[in-house]
């Protein structure tokens, strides 16, 4: 007999595309959850056509966050989709989102909406820089970087800013959706009651600067681009030695000894 997994009897109801979404729900759907993926008619989330490359059954962008889902077709500027979606909605355990602020409430597919009949559904929001000033700007991760300050700190120290090489910010923004997702699940499972998580690219950014931000808000230093150095300790860094070059990571004294 197969072990239960952590999430099995959880309906998860995912609106998400592209990146941040997709990965919170396909880590749901690791744990357990069963996620029913809700996409465009004709194209389908973003993803399915970003590539080269592609594997024997498409684009493996899409495939990095889409895995152990089930997906349909609904399109949500019909009312006939609309209510399908809004009874998919009224079901799941968990609702996750990624459309710009205030999008699902105008398909009536808001949280308000889904809370009045569906009091316990965890509903998670992502959005690029949250429902405020920056609600209108387009979530991309590249964007966010910039703005957010991770391309001022990444990259040679007399180079151009230089994002990362994977969507980081994505990444990061998953993760705390995610958390809080569990932890709103965990709550309900005491209150009875769900709650509107609302997470955004910029904000999940500017928590994960970390030492480099609280040096700013605790000492006034203005993090810089070092290459492969560390701001705080050393050696930490790439070397030039005589037959290629060298990661060395010291955190003291002992260590370096």
């Known amino acids: 007999m197969t072990e239960a997994l952590p999430l099995d009897g959880v309906l998860v109801a ?3 595309r ?3 979404g997709p990965l919170c729900t396909m880590t749901l759907a690791d744990l357990g959850a069963r ?3 809700v996409e465009r008619p004709d194209t ?3 993803t399915r056509a970003w590539g080269p490359p592609y594997s024997e059954t498409g684009a493996t962008y899409f495939e990095s966050v889409n895995r152990n889902k089930e997906s349909v077709c609904l399109d949500l500027q019909d009312e006939d989709g609309r209510e399908l979606a809004r009874e998919l909605a009224l079901r799941a355990d968990v609702v996750v989102e990624n459309f710009k602020p205030g999008g699902m409430a105008k398909l009536g597919l808001g949280y308000e909406e889904i809370s009045r009949e569906n009091p316990g559904v965890v509903y998670v929001s992502v959005s690029g820089f949250g429902t405020a000033e920056g609600a209108h700007l387009a979530g991309y991760d ?4 910039a703005v957010g300050g991770l391309m001022s700190i990444t990259g040679a120290a007399d180079g151009e800013p230089t994002k990362v090489g994977v969507a980081l910010v994505d990444v990061l923004t998953a993760k705390d959706a995610t958390i809080g997702a569990l932890a709103a699940l965990e709550a ?3 209150t009875g009651r769900g709650a509107h998580i609302d997470v955004s690219l910029l904000s999940s950014l500017q928590g994960a600067l970390v030492n480099q931000g609280q040096a700013y808000l605790g000492a006034g230093k203005v993090p810089e681009r ?3 150095a560390h701001p705080s300790i050393v050696p930490y860094q790439l070397l030039h030695c005589a037959d290629a ?3 060395v990571t010291v955190g003291n004294d002992g260590q370096f000894r």
């Open 14 to 16: 995912d609106f998400s």
């Open 18 to 20: 592209v990146l941040a």
């Open 35 to 37: 996620v029913i993926k």
């Open 44 to 46: 389908g989330d973003d």
């Open 142 to 145: 590249f964007l966010v970087q």
């Open 188 to 190: 309900r499972r005491r």
């Open 226 to 228: 070092m290459g492969n």
């Open 245 to 247: 070059p060298l990661a």
